[in-house]
């Protein structure tokens, strides 16, 4: 789940990610880091959050990495398609005023 709050030309993205299964670790990559998979913190419920710092007026494709094996999308977030045959998740900050 994705919480976005606006703060003029940029918004504090927040975003959360309950696996379904215990897993040890998970990452996030999307278009902002040039797809590098950055650790996102463990929480005591077993979810995994982040929080970034984005342009408003562009939209972001991103996918969640659990375990540094398998590439999953945020259930609560858009989904667009990739050059590889499969789906990215969408963050819509097109469109985000302060």
């Known amino acids: 789940m994705v919480t ?3 703060k003029g030309a940029k918004a504090w993205v927040t975003f959360n990610f309950k696996p379904d299964h215990a897993v040890d670790h998970v990452a996030i990559a ?3 880091n040039d797809w ?3 650790p ?10 982040i929080r970034k710092y984005l342009l408003t007026g562009s939209n972001y494709q991103f996918r969640y990495l659990v375990d ?10 858009p989904r ?5 045959g499969t789906e990215n ?6 469109t ?3």
């Open 4 to 6: 976005i709050t606006p």
């Open 40 to 49: 996102m913190r463990p929480k005591k419920d077993g979810s995994f959050y």
């Open 36 to 38: 590098e998979p950055e």
């Open 96 to 98: 985000v005023v302060a």
């Open 80 to 84: 667009v398609h990739n050059p590889y």
């Open 89 to 94: 998740s969408l963050l819509e900050l097109e």
């Open 30 to 32: 999307g278009d902002w």
């Open 68 to 77: 540094d094996k398998k590439w999953v999308n945020d259930d609560h977030a």
